[in-house]
């Protein structure tokens, strides 16, 4: 089956700095998002972005769907930025089901 | 966006025992999927809802020990069978295809630990 690779699996700021999260897939996609997991678990839908950019105010994200990956653009860090970063992918021709990667750990400092 | 609820929030169960898990979501979806996250770990798929049909489940998982059921489309159940300490983990449902949007939004998740 489809693969997904996050890097890096830590990353540890100081508050107010930037950072690029990456996801690597190894086949082609429907369906591409990433997602915060906050401390108390809960899963936010941050992007849905199988191909090309969007932006949601200090968030970006960018798939190059040809090449097989994504990057999600953290901007001015906050505390409240904590948290698990997953990237989960449907593979093409696949049954709806998308695979997480690892994840990256965001640890933002005050 | 759709609003997902699961219950129990949280429990803590006796080696042997059985919990059923519920998840209601607000609107009707296509799909909605039931997922194990445990500590520390990503999320794995345990199984595809189907309404009014068997889960589709995924390798590693069987229907013996973690029965769901789909009678509509905005309602599942999850129930992990005679449990070990190993099921500790939280288990979410999630639900797909909003009004045609390609997005998948998932519950706020049910913690499980096992004695």
């Known amino acids: 089956g489809i693969q997904v690779e996050q890097s890096p699996p830590d990353l540890i700021l100081q508050e107010g700095a930037n950072s690029t999260l990456r996801c690597n897939f190894s086949?082609?996609?429907?369906?591409l998002q990433w997602f915060h997991q906050n401390p108390w678990g809960q899963l936010i839908n941050l992007f849905y972005?199988?191909?090309g950019t969007k932006q949601n105010g200090r968030l970006s994200a960018t798939t190059v769907a040809t090449e097989r990956y994504s990057l999600l653009y953290i901007s001015s860090s906050q505390t409240t930025d904590s948290g698990v970063y997953f990237c989960?992918?449907?593979?093409?021709?696949?049954?709806?089901?998308?695979?997480f990667g690892k994840g990256t750990k965001l640890t933002v400092n005050p | 966006s759709a609003v997902i609820s699961q219950k129990p929030s949280r429990d803590i169960c006796q080696r042997g025992t059985s919990l059923t898990i519920q998840c209601q979501v607000d609107?009707?979806?296509?799909?909605m999927f039931w997922y194990r996250q445990q500590p520390g770990q990503s999320l794995t798929l345990i199984a595809t809802?189907?309404?009014?049909?068997?889960?589709?489940?995924e390798s590693g998982f069987v229907i013996d020990k973690f029965p769901i059921s789909r009678p509509n489309l905005t309602f599942s159940t999850l129930t992990v069978s005679n449990m070990s300490p190993e099921d500790s983990s939280i288990y979410l449902c999630?639900?797909?295809?909003?009004?045609?949007?390609?997005?998948?939004?998932f519950g706020p998740g049910t913690r499980l630990l096992v004695l």
């Open positions: 609107s009707q979806v296509t799909m």
């Open positions: 999630s639900g797909y295809r909003f009004k045609g949007v390609e997005t998948q939004y």
């Open positions: 809802a189907n309404q009014g049909s068997e889960a589709t489940y």
């Open positions: 972005i199988p191909s």
């Open positions: 989960a992918v449907e593979a093409q021709g696949g049954s709806e089901k998308l695979v």
């Open positions: 086949d082609s996609v429907n369906n």
